[in-house]
């Protein structure tokens, strides 16, 4: 017998390691399904491999785990990719801070050899924790497969492109802005940038205009990066500053000359309209700089502090300090107009927490303008399509105006650029040493001494690749050809533009084919009042504790059934309760079938049936059916999870078992039989269809109710319900059947109704006249007389043609359904009840809707405290319908 209880940390891991002994989840390779939609592939968005499982991978694993076990199930070749990310920035951190910990010396004291060998040691030792917390939520990846961003093969595949992508002029050098990590010492991408919310100042400085006694005012957040301005733009259409277009100012403190250029970029509204151009230190300034031919002037070192090119009484000084010196000299020559409190959003480094620096280096850049062109051309012809479709206009609008992508990182841990100098400054870029020393020796004429870049690629590079580097190339594999391209990529919004859209670009380039048919953008998870989840506010939810506490199948039904298409996850503790008790209920309504013997694959034809509740059964299993293939191939996971669920708890649970309990209590030998066949059918078709979303639950029941051998003998499957076979039914729809038992669910659901909404006392029973009934409804009434009074609690039924005084009416087509309620209730008392409830239900609406109708409440209070209020005005709302609905009722009684 099966347990009383579901307790999911008996069976999970226990679970888990038989399907990866069977090899459950091992890439198809049946040869004979060579057509693309035989094949099914998605490659993992691979996580850093210094990271931990939070709710955002427990949301977008669950999806893709549903897709790949769904298609398993239809047949199809499945691969699941599974793999890491080396994070270089990220990784390189921790084995710094590891280092220093251990008091062992520091990455540069050990040098480059030494320091890279100890994060291969960290990576082997710990690099495995978010793989397993992974399986842990029961992801059906092919783990044979795994890889790793700097493994061999993909470390060859990095190499090859690189290489081939600088021979065809689309990677070079070039001295640009970066965001610059004054700590960490390396440009970082803006992905790693955090932009935070900042009380400042705008400081309004006087430029003095050579040749008068005028000033030109400009006004800056940042007042040190003054000592590099090499312009003041103003907007051409601007008539203020017409006649000053072409003149010079005088820079304080400098005393450099400056021009004064027209340009598009200052907006005329703004301040004064008169803009200073920093083009070393400022992105939009390097643009204007770029058009109007201005100088560059680099004023920081790589520390931020200033450099050579300042003053010499600022050189050497750290920027905010140099920043308060600056502003006080201006203010002592007369040339601070006035200061300005100021929101503004400033850039620190997510991991380095300090404030990040344009700054003007020499970097390796991809042109990704060109290579963006095809991309955008397969969005558009459809070849790739995004789900919800509205986020390609965000692929689209990053995509047609992109920008040089620098690759080059300032680090140790990571891929070395290939890229080798010679005494000159020469570059050449090979795939190894020996063919970087054959091309510099040909060049020379003669041997000479190369020294490699010091610098890493971005890891954002081998992440462009991973789409067909996993799969074997630069080789020609079996697993290219049958799973490139593959079928879904599931990923998030904030890397649309790092992640989706560079693999478009790598993939349509080597493989002259797209990546992958769709892209479906997942949605944010949030707390339970819509707040982004951090950990500065405290309301970051840990997805591995909810595991220890209700089982993974709990939260990844929760993660799938709030996973609507545009619309982010407000995620709370109760619902994934609420799940865990849905399996609980399905494991119970199992228990009543084994106890009634309903185990095991019996021999039952579905399609000639002779009772009613189950031709209706069956034929509700093939809609539900339908609905949730439909749904999941839509990418509607929550429309799916609604439809499996409401199936079992409403239609399985609620109802048929509820039928059925009369059959095996006095039914004849053939009813019982037939129904111990249809109830273990049913099951058994409900534990593939929720398979996808409660794989653990559903393989234990599965594997432990068993199936029948000889002579009625139960044993264990053959076959894993893993691998079992999907449910595809047609003609099981008994027309016939459905109405009858889609009656019969009404008029018990509707007095139900009645009696709740008449609040009388549960152990009371009253007698129903079916009043007008027609010969079809007097033969349904007949024929489930006792289910009817059983589930109804009634007394007793009977026919008429006039309702009775005192009754509660409930219309049952051409018929009334009339319970009599004389005796049963007091009428006045119930009527008191009622209004003094709707009365105080009243009141809350009305202070509930002031408040939200008050603009003052809405601009001050928190966004959880509306979110809560308009909740319970919905609550209150509904209560004040249910409570005006029986007052009506009230009235029927006369």
């Known amino acids: 017998m099966l347990e009383k209880t579901y307790q999911p940390q008996d069976i999970e891991e226990r679970i ?70 080396h994070a270089g920035i990220a990784t390189q951190m921790v084995v710094e801070r590891q280092l220093a910990e251990q008091g062992l010396p520091g990455r540069r004291d050990l040098g480059r050899e030494k320091f890279l060998e100890k994060v291969w040691e960290w990576k082997e030792t710990s690099g495995g924790t978010i793989v397993n917390q992974l399986r842990r939520l029961g992801s059906s990846c092919d783990w044979s497969r795994e890889r790793f961003t700097m493994d061999e093969g993909l470390s060859k595949a990095v190499l090859k492109v690189f290489v081939d992508l600088y021979n065809e002029g689309l990677i070079y050098k070039d001295k640009r802005l970066v965001n610059w990590d004054p700590k960490l010492l390396t440009a970082i991408s803006d992905l790693e940038v955090e932009p935070r919310e900042t009380n400042g100042h705008m400081w309004h400085f006087k430029y003095p205009i050579e040749g008068t006694d005028q000033f030109i005012v400009v006004a800056t957040t940042r007042p040190e990066t003054m000592l590099g301005d090499t312009g003041v733009a103003v907007h051409p259409s601007d008539e203020r500053y017409k006649d000053l277009v072409g003149k010079q100012v005088r820079l304080p403190i400098t005393d450099r000359l400056i021009p004064i250029v027209a340009d598009e970029y200052p907006d005329p509204e703004q301040g004064s309209g008169a803009v200073k151009m920093t083009p070393a230190h400022d992105f939009n300034d390097f643009e204007v700089g770029r058009r109007q031919n201005l100088e560059m002037i680099n004023i920081f070192d790589q520390t931020a502090h200033l450099n050579e090119n300042v003053p010499e009484e600022y050189q050497g000084m750290e920027r905010f300090a140099a920043r308060k010196k600056i502003v006080a000299e201006m203010d002592s020559l007369g040339l601070l107009e006035k200061v300005e409190d100021h929101e503004l959003t400033v850039p620190y480094g997510d991991r380095s927490e300090v404030v990040i620096e344009p700054w003007l280096t020499d970097q390796w850049y991809v042109n990704a303008e060109v290579l963006a062109k095809p991309a955008i051309d397969a969005v558009k012809s459809g070849k790739t ?6 986020w390609d206009k965000t692929y689209f609008e990053w995509m047609n105006n992109i920008q040089p992508w620098c690759i080059s990182r300032q680090l140790w841990w990571g891929h070395q650029i290939p890229a080798w100098y010679g005494p000159d400054g020469k570059v050449f870029v090979a795939q190894s040493s020996d063919e970087a020393q054959a091309l510099a020796d040909k060049h020379y004429g003669e041997v000479k001494e190369l020294t490699r870049d010091e610098d890493v690629l971005d890891t954002w590079f081998s992440s462009a690749l991973w789409s067909f580097s996993t799969l074997g190339w630069p080789e020609k594999t079996p697993e290219l050809a049958r799973y490139y391209p593959t079928a879904t990529l599931s990923t998030a919004f904030d890397i649309i533009f790092f992640w989706v859209a560079r693999m478009m670009m790598m993939g349509i380039h080597f493989m002259d084919e797209v990546p992958f048919d769709t892209v479906y953008i997942h949605a944010l998870v949030r707390d339970e009042h819509g707040k982004k989840m951090s950990k500065s506010k405290g309301n970051v939810i840990d997805p591995l504790p909810l595991v220890d506490e209700y089982g993974a199948d709990a939260l990844r039904f929760t993660m799938a059934a709030m996973a609507a298409p545009g619309r982010d996850v407000s995620m709370s503790i109760e619902r994934v309760a609420g799940y865990r008790n849905f399996a609980t209920k399905l494991w119970n309504a199992a228990r009543f079938a084994e106890m009634n013997e309903c185990v ?56 048929y078992v509820e039928l059925s309990k009369p059959i095996f209590s006095s039914g004849t030998e053939a009813e019982i039989e037939e129904t111990r066949a249809v109830t273990a059918w049913v099951l058994d078709e409900m534990m593939k269809l929720l398979h996808p979303f409660m794989p653990f639950m559903t393989e234990e029941r599965w594997q432990r109710l068993g199936e029948l051998g000889v002579e009625g003998q139960r044993r264990e499957r053959s076959t894993m319900l893993i691998k079992a076979e999907w449910p595809t039914h047609e003609g099981l729809v008994d027309e016939a059947a459905s109405q009858e038992i889609s009656w019969l669910i009404k008029l018990i659901s509707d007095i139900r109704s009645a009696r709740s909404e008449m609040n009388v006392p549960a152990g009371a029973k009253m007698p129903l006249v079916m009043v007008s009934a027609n010969e079809q409804t007097t033969n349904w009434t007949n024929r489930h007389e006792n289910t009817i009074k059983h589930m109804a609690r009634l007394e007793d039924i009977s026919f008429g043609t006039e309702v009775p005084t005192g009754s509660v009416q409930v219309v049952m087509g051409e018929a009334i359904a009339a319970l009599s309620l004389k005796g049963v209730i007091d009428v006045g008392a119930e009527v008191a009840r009622l209004n003094k409830e709707l009365g105080k239900v009243s009141g809350e609406i009305k202070k509930l809707s002031g408040k939200l109708s008050n603009e003052q409440f809405l601009s001050k209070a928190p966004e959880d405290v509306i979110v809560e209020q308009k909740r319970r005005l919905a609550e209150e709302t509904e209560t004040k319908e249910q409570l005006e609905a029986a007052l009506e009722r009230m009235k029927e009684l006369g």
Request: proline share 4%; aromatic share 12%; net charge negative.
């Open 600 to 655: 095991g694959e019996r021999p039952v034809d579905v399609k000639s049936l002779d009772l009613t509740i189950n031709r209706w059964i069956v034929g509700e299993v093939e809609t539900a059916s339908k609905k949730i293939t439909t749904a999941i191939e839509n990418y509607r996971f929550n429309d799916a999870a609604s439809s499996i669920y409401h199936f079992i708890w409403n239609t399985y649970c609620d109802w």
């Open 16 to 85: 888990y390691s038989s399907w990866e002994q069977s090899g459950a989840f091992a890439a198809g390779t049946d040869e004979n399904k060579k057509e693309r939609e035989d094949n099914f592939c998605i490659v993992i968005p691979p996580p850093n491999v210094t990271g931990s499982l939070h709710m955002g991978h427990a949301l977008n694993n669950s999806l893709q785990d549903v897709l790949i076990r769904f298609e398993r199930m239809r047949g199809k070749n499945v691969l699941w990719q599974a793999g890491t990310d």
């Open 385 to 390: 399509k995004f789900v919800p479709a509205n």
